[in-house]
């Protein structure tokens, strides 16, 4: 038999990537996808949406779906709809990918491993490898995570180095049911480029102003004209109160220039064509206080 009488499976689905905030979910969705789609900083609770970037390969599609950390302490509004969007998207994939931090079990992850689905495959991916040389604490934690649920595979990544990336990718194809591919070959997401600007702008936002960002900060995109080489974007930092101006503003409005100018050369390299970006502040008070206002902002 030759190989070109071998039947050839396809295989396509979704997969469903969770864990605590800050574990590195969305720097695995980039590195698996080759692309900026998901926004990352060192601030927990930055990926607030689903978004699925998609990797299409000659044996299967592979949808990933990034999820908002769950948060397992109560909290508000924000919160709520927060972790109902994580635990929905791992009821709603064909594959889990628990990721969790190399240093450490935590309680929260624990809680997170029960509350995913028992009657679909969910792999474990311990991320951060690099940052922890010592085999014996890899060991711990391996012992530690298996003792609260099973596993169908149990994976150290690195998603800065891109360490084992490949193979856990080649253990989610695995798993997926056979069936052709769901979305175009060429695309690398289901988000819109608006809501890719938007993302983009927040995650500057985030990066620009660390801890002193107010936390309710979002971006909303008002205008999104599509150019055959040009877009051009207007967006508001919308905050919750006028004192929280100065802050995003700079002095001289020297902050919001470089997060506008980051932005840009951001979206740029990802629409492959020249971005025209006009960046501003308004003050939307109470727009985080209700899950209805949430909604009219995209959040699920
Ligand atoms: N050393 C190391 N750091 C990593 C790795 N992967 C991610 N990080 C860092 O961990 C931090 C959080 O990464 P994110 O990808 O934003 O984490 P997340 O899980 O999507 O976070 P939320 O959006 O809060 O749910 C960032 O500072 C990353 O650079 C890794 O493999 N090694």
Partial sequence: M?????????RSGHVAIVGRPNVGKSTLLNRMVGQKLSITSDRPQTTRHRIAGIVTRPDAQLVFIDSPGYQTRSGGALNRVLNRTAVQVAEDADVVVLVCDARG??????RIAKLLPADRPVLLAINKVDAV??????????????ACR????VVPISAKTGRQVPLLLDLCA??????PPMYDPDSLTDR???????ELIREKLFRRLGDEVPYD?????ELFEELPKLRRVHAAILIEREGQKPIVLGAGGERIKRIATEARQDLEKLFGCKVYLELFVKVKSGWAATEQSLRAYGYE
């Fill in 174 to 179: 695995a798993r997926l049911p056979e069936g």
């Fill in 2 to 10: 030759t190989d070109s009488d071998t039947p050839v499976v396809h």
């Fill in 150 to 153: 099973a596993f169908d595979e």
């Fill in 133 to 146: 040389p010592e085999k014996a604490r890899l060991i711990e934690l391996v012992n530690k995570a298996t």
């Fill in 192 to 198: 819109s480029e608006r809501f890719l600007a938007a």
């Fill in 217 to 221: 900060s979002t971006v909303e995109i």
């Fill in 105 to 110: 079990w935590t309680p929260a992850d624990e």
